[in-house]
């Protein structure tokens, strides 16, 4: 079976810049038509062009998958493939650590930062936040984004099977590895359950691990003070409109209402 350009831009990617280089360089060798004079490409080409895509992807250099392709017995393909595999290695862990970051942005509102920015390379702050900021993990930023698409219906909402997920996580979760969460995640949390009655036993456990994790920080604070000073609706000027952007209106006064709900809840114990 014979390919042409249009075919192999459409279906593989590769522009017919590419491909003439590809030819240039004597990688591949399209036979022209007959009729129309177009180049067409067999599948040997295709299979040639395949493998360079790929082996692109894993940093090998062009001049590298020439000289494979042209004398592989000289090449030492297992050297390069090894070195690539560190060099992807370092890759994923550096944007592993970025996309951590990027969640806990994302969930919480709050940029790592410095007070002094004069005093720190930045690369080892950034290598600071990496080993000691409190990540979002990938399955509760999971939950929060389930949270977050639910619908106004309660009822219509039920009949996804999301919900059951984002209960059953709560339901069965060890709460003593939340506690290294920071504030704006328990945050971000209970602005997805509005629709759910504040004084709901998981809505409750939540902000009971929340009043937990303040504690840590403010020692003894009594859970009056807690509300009062927690509660999203005490912000004004562009806190309050961060909080906005970050938890919703509706969020930010179901936040409140849940952490009357559990002061109240404490306080009948």
Not at 62 to 74: S, T, V
Not at 118 to 134: C, L
Not at 218 to 234: C, H, P, Q, T
């Amino acid at each position: 079976m014979k390919y042409n350009v249009n075919w192999i831009e459409k279906n593989m990617g590769i522009s017919r810049k590419t491909l003439r280089y590809y030819e240039d360089k004597k990688l591949i060798n399209p036979q022209r038509n007959a009729v129309n004079n177009y180049r067409e490409y067999s599948e040997e080409d295709i299979k040639i062009i395949w493998t360079i895509k790929t082996l692109v992807g894993m940093k090998f250099k062009m001049r590298q998958i020439e000289d494979w392709i042209n004398d592989p017995e000289e090449f030492d393909f297992y050297k390069v493939i090894s070195d690539n595999v560190t060099e992807l290695e370092k890759d994923y862990e550096a944007h592993k650590h970025l996309l951590d970051v990027a969640r806990t942005i994302k969930v919480t509102g709050r940029i790592p930062t410095v007070n002094d920015v004069g005093t720190v390379k930045f690369e080892d702050f950034m290598s600071y936040v990496f080993n000691n900021w409190n990540f979002v993990d990938e399955k509760l930023y999971k939950v929060i984004r389930a949270t977050n698409d639910m619908n106004e219906s309660i009822e219509e909402f039920e009949k996804n099977s999301d919900l059951n997920s984002i209960i059953d996580y709560f339901r069965n979760i060890d709460f003593n590895n939340m506690k290294n969460l920071v504030i704006g995640t328990y945050y971000k949390i209970l602005s997805g359950l509005y629709m759910y009655p504040e004084d709901n036993e998981i809505v409750l456990r939540i902000v009971d691990q929340l009043f937990n994790h303040v504690n840590q920080y403010y020692d003894g604070i009594s859970i009056e003070l807690f509300v009062e000073a927690f509660s999203l609706e005490i912000f004004e000027g562009d806190i309050n409109e961060m909080n906005k952007r970050v938890y919703g209106e509706k969020g930010i006064k179901y936040i409140t209402k849940a952490l009357e709900a559990y002061k109240k809840y404490v306080l009948n114990q």
